[in-house]
C-alpha cells in the first residue's frame, strides 16, 4: 500500500468517527432542545414548522446535487414515505414534543431507547423469531420501562411541570417510531434515502400543522422566546439535516454493528446533557429503571448484530423523523 493511499484511508476513518461522534451526541442532543422549544411555543405547531422547514431544506439539497430523478419514486414508494411520515414525525416525534412540556427531556429519552425492543416485539407478531439473548434483552427492557413508567414522575419533571400520563404519552411515541421502523423494511421504498427522509418530514410537518390548529394551539411570534427560537432552528437544520447527512456518510464507511450503537449511546447523552444544562434531577428508581433499559438495548443490538453476520438486518435511525434501511445501502 502506498503512503498516498495508507493517507486517504487514515482521512476517510477520521472523518467516519467524526460522522458518528455527531449522531452521538446532536442526535443525543435533541430531546433537550425539544426541552427549550416548548417552553414558549405550542408543541405541535413548533414540531410542524420544524419538520417543513428541515424536510424542504433536505429537497431542495436532493435537487441540486442530484437533479429531479434523486426525488423520483413511484405511488407505492411515496405511499410508504407518506405513511412512515405519519408515523415518525408525527405520531413519534409529535407526541414526544407535546409530553416533554412535562417530563424530563432525559426521562423521555431513556423510553423512546425501547424502540429496538418494539421492534422485536412486532417482527415476533409478524413470524420472525429471534435469538435468545434478544427475548431476554426484551424482558429486561421491559422491566426497565415498567420501573421507569410505573413509579411515579419523582423530579423528571417537564417546561410546565409534570403530569402522570406523560411518560405514557412517550411509549405511545416510541410505538409509533416502531410500527413505522418496521413498514420501511416490508414496504417499497424509494432508492435515494434523502428523498425518503425529505418525504416523511414533509408529509409528518403537514399532519403535525393540522394538528396543532384542531387542538386550539397557535402561534404567538413575540411570545416565543429566543432559546426557543434557536431550539427551532438547532432542530430543523443541524437535527434533521445535518446529522441525518452524517448518519448516512457512516453506514456506507463503518460496519452496521458499529454505527448501531447510537441505539444506547444517544439516551446517556441526552441523560446528561438534561442534568448538566437544564437542571434535571432523577431519583435512584429512575436511574436504575433507565439503566435497565439501556442494557436491554445493548443486548438487542448485540444480539442481532450478531445475526446480521450471516443474514443482513435492518438498521433504523430514530431520531426525530428520519428513518433509513441500512441493510440496503
Known sequence: MTSNE????????WWAWAALGVVYVVWGSTYLAIRFLVESAPP?????????VGGLVLALLVLLISGPRGMRMTKA????????????????????????QYVASGLAALLVACVPLYVVVLRLALGERPSAVTVVGVAVGLGGLAVLVLGGGGEATGTHGSA????????????GWSVG?????RLPVPP???ALSAVEMIVGGLVLAVSGWARGERIDVGAISTS??????????????????AYVYVLGVLPVSTVSTYAYVNPVIAVLLGVVVADERFDTRQ???????????????????????SRPAPEVSVEAGTITESCRR
Open 192 to 194: 435515494n434515502p434523502f
Open 287 to 309: 436511574l436504575v429503571g433507565g439503566l435497565l433499559v439501556v442494557l436491554a438495548v445493548v443486548l438487542v443490538v448485540s444480539a442481532e448484530r450478531r445475526r446480521g453476520r
Open 181 to 185: 421502523s418496521v413498514a420501511t423494511t
Open 77 to 100: 414508494q411515496f405511499g410508504t414515505a407518506a405513511l412512515v411520515g405519519v408515523l415518525l414525525p408525527a405520531v413519534g416525534n409529535g407526541l414526544v414534543t407535546v409530553a416533554e
Open 6 to 13: 495508507t493517507s486517504g484511508r487514515s482521512a476517510v476513518s
Open 44 to 52: 405541535l405547531l413548533g414540531a410542524s414548522a420544524r419538520f417543513l
Open 164 to 175: 402522570w400520563w406523560a411518560p405514557w404519552l412517550v411509549l405511545l411515541a416510541a410505538f
Open 228 to 245: 426557543s427560537w434557536l431550539a427551532f432552528a438547532y432542530l430543523a437544520l443541524v437535527g434533521s439535516v445535518f446529522a441525518f447527512s
